[in-house]
């Protein structure tokens, strides 16, 4: 089985711009959340979807947004971008809701100049 | 609301010796509880798991026990060897809903030298 996979895996974007993080969920997963790792941090909630539809999130602004499609993969889209926004961005798919287990991909590292 | 904290590292140890990386945390309801591995370069990977008081979870030599009583989930294991080597985090799930999320505390740096 396929497992979690992300991309891009680096990228390095200007303050004020727009990025968008691609994730593909693990064969037979229809539950994505996203995690924001600072460096030496634990990564953070920032929301899930099922069934195309955002289904809890955590502390983060509105300007981060994002979508699950048919497939169950998914886009982490961040605008006006902020420095503080330079961090692992972490995916995360699970095999439904209440499912207890995820599988981590290895990560978008975005750095915010 | 729920918080996780675990010992400050970085942990510094020689091969064989005996590791104990602590973990408390702070939840309503009875969370699950995880220790999760990152390797260098690598996402999270699932180590062990506990899901109600007293369970005990292991996985390759690593052991953790749910203790309610002194909130705690302390990670244990008894020879490390070099590829033990990665940052290491506790963490816990909401008890309810079906909103699943994870909540971490910052991780443990674990190197163990030859």
């Known amino acids: 089985e396929t497992g979690v996979t992300q991309s891009p895996t680096h990228l390095i974007k200007t303050r004020g711009q727009q990025v968008t993080l691609r994730c593909s969920s693990q064969?037979?997963?229809?539950?994505v959340s996203w995690y924001q790792q600072a460096l030496g941090q634990g990564p953070q909630f920032i929301f899930q979807?099922?069934?195309?539809?955002?289904?809890g999130r955590g502390n983060f602004p509105p300007r981060f947004s994002g979508l699950q499609f048919p497939n169950y993969s998914s886009e982490l889209n961040v605008n006006a971008l902020e420095l503080d926004d330079s961090a692992l961005y972490l995916c995360?798919?699970?095999?439904?809701?209440?499912?207890?287990?995820?599988?981590f991909g290895a990560g978008s590292r975005l750095t915010v100049l | 609301g729920n918080s996780v904290t675990q010992m400050e590292g970085p942990v510094t140890l020689s091969e064989e010796a005996f590791l104990t990386i602590n973990c408390t945390y702070t939840?309503?309801?009875?969370?699950?509880l995880f220790w999760y591995v990152q390797y260098p370069g690598e996402g999270l990977q699932l180590l062990l798991k506990?899901?109600?008081?007293?369970d005990k979870g292991s996985n390759k030599g690593f052991e953790a026990t749910y203790r309610k009583e002194t909130t705690s989930f302390h990670l244990e294991k008894g020879s490390v060897q070099v590829s033990d080597s990665a940052v290491y985090f506790c963490?816990?799930?909401?008890?309810?809903?079906?909103?699943?999320?994870?909540?971490f505390g910052k991780g443990t740096l674990l190197t163990v030298n030859p």
């Open positions: 506990a899901t109600k008081a007293d």
């Open positions: 064969s037979g997963h229809n539950t």
């Open positions: 979807y099922y069934r195309e539809e955002e289904n």
């Open positions: 995360a798919s699970s095999g439904g809701l209440g499912a207890n287990v995820l599988t």
């Open positions: 939840a309503t309801g009875y969370p699950s």
């Open positions: 963490a816990l799930s909401d008890s309810g809903g079906s909103n699943y999320k994870l909540t």
